[in-house]
């Protein structure tokens, strides 16, 4: 039996990855990750959605902000800035520490994909975590006030710009990291996880042979919406869908999935939405989807596996 | 009048102008300093030579070590490390905020020299440190087992190999950093410091306009000698000098800047020597070398700086 296959961004999958992690006990995971987010940041490589998948796993990620390592200290961004460095990103010092191992190795010719897996067994992963691809593939926001560079929008800028239109740099000329499209082919069970599908789930799909192994694929392909009564949780996917034309609702993402999946969870307050989702040929799970603990993380993707398929062991 | 310029490497020279700084009130101060040592690890770009003069005069340095900065911890590296990176090079907390701060600034395509000057600036540094050249020089240390970078033979191995040669890779199409030749030009004297000659001096010799800006001189140019009693107080001069040839002694290091200095500055215990080198045409003044403290790093710098016609103030 193949593995679990889950497209994942950041903060959101990451959460919905750890109840997955629970509700698995012998199964293979495989994360297929985004990079259209990684930034360089005064030479040093950072993939923000990849660590915070892998930060969140391990159990080392500070929960209340949802990125970077709890109890981290900041001397060397401290001292950076205070030479006059304004630099916006927040460093921590664990987290330079494993920028410092990702920056070399990638120097000294490992592949991205390589890099996170060491990082990833060096922290305790047993599952496996693969950037979507291991080329150089950038998302840039089209603004009013011009492109803006991923983590410029979005920490920088804090998502306050309207959003007229989102290219993914690179992405043409990208092939799927060693291993994504062969566990694409293998999987059990395909899950998009509650992620903002343009800009964390959009950069994967991107990616010349992805949208075609899920076209292809021969299990159920569910998502988990990452809208819930209009709103995102977290992040600007609700105004950014609304001002490119989707409807802020869970129909507005089945809507940019079109053809790429079977079924999806849905929250409860959107229950109306059902007939809609169904009529577009999927079948529909509506349940609590809001993340507040371990538990109803576990909740959820009980859920999104019993939906996709996969009798989960208890 | 013009400047007092010091020719500089690392640990030695810095002791020596801490002394130059006390003994000097109001004068300029300009430092040239080794970039031949410069290194990228990890992507942050590394300068050792010219932050152990940035963090000696700037009373941060570790003074056991003679490099980095006191009291430093180093939980990024420690991190990286713990993640399987197997890094030799130390790098405290603070020191990355600095390299982070650099490689940033240099990224955004400030020169080494602008930045070097700014760094010095927020560290409060009042006098002038510059970079011989802005431009990429690395020098290359040949021993039997092939070349190595010079930190991969300095501190990786313990500069325990034979050195067959030495190259300045890239001097040739170098050029001195803005305000370097123009401060030779205009100096009110020029001291070369008690710094391994072919390693931590030569490498500023090498850069084109440097040796003739020296030639051209019409003040004294005095050299402090790193050698005492055949051996180096710091480092591998002694047996570097011998290995290629020169006599390990003030004797050896006069030669190597034959033409380019009018006294030396000698150890008591070299005090034989003196007629040695009068001979060939240099003034010569024995006295305590060692700059065990305060007081003696000042003593030295005052001796400096009266062979070089300088009046000190005190």
Redesign the interface.
């Given at each position: 039996m193949g593995p679990i296959v889950v497209l994942a961004g950041g903060v959101g999958a990451a959460r919905f990855l750890q109840g997955v992690q629970a509700a698995m006990t012998v199964r293979e995971l495989t994360i297929v990750g985004n990079v259209g987010d990684d930034t360089?940041?005064?030479?040093?490589?950072v993939c923000p959605d990849l660590d915070t998948v892998l930060y969140t796993l391990t159990g080392q990620i500070d929960e209340e902000r949802g990125w970077g390592v709890r109890g981290d200290?900041a001397?060397?961004?401290?001292?950076?800035?205070?030479?006059?460095?304004d630099?916006w990103f927040w460093?921590g010092?664990?987290d330079?520490?494993?920028?410092?191992?990702r920056?070399?190795?990638l120097?000294s010719g490992l592949r991205l994909s390589e890099v996170t897996q060491?990082?990833g067994r060096?922290?305790g992963l047993a599952d496996c975590l693969l950037p979507v691809s291991d080329e150089r593939l950038r998302t840039i926001i089209e603004t009013p006030g011009g492109d803006l560079e991923f983590q410029t929008y979005y920490v920088r800028h804090g998502h306050r710009d309207d959003v007229l239109g989102i290219r993914f740099q690179g992405a043409d000329a990208a092939t799927p990291a060693p291993g994504v499209v062969e566990a694409l082919a293998d999987a059990a069970a395909i899950i998009i996880a509650p992620s903002n599908p343009l800009i964390s789930i959009g950069p994967i799909l991107a990616v010349p042979g992805i949208r075609d192994a899920l076209l292809d694929r021969r299990v159920p392909c569910v998502a988990v919406s990452p809208i819930v009564g209009g709103q995102a949780l977290r992040g600007p996917a609700a105004h950014m869908m609304r001002t490119l034309g989707h409807e802020p609702s869970p129909v507005g993402v089945a809507d940019i999935y079109d053809g790429l999946i079977d079924a999806m969870v849905i929250d409860q307050i959107d229950a109306e939405l059902a007939t809609d989702l169904e009529r577009r040929g999927l079948s529909v799970h509506a349940t609590d989807t809001i993340m507040r603990d371990a538990k109803a993380r576990q909740h959820l993707a009980n859920v999104a596996l019993e939906v996709a398929g996969i009798r989960v062991g208890k």
């Open positions: 360089e940041i005064a030479g040093l490589h200290s001397r060397a961004l401290e001292r950076a800035r205070s030479l006059g460095y630099e460093l010092d664990l330079i520490g494993l920028h410092l191992a920056t070399a190795w120097r060491r990082l060096a922290l």
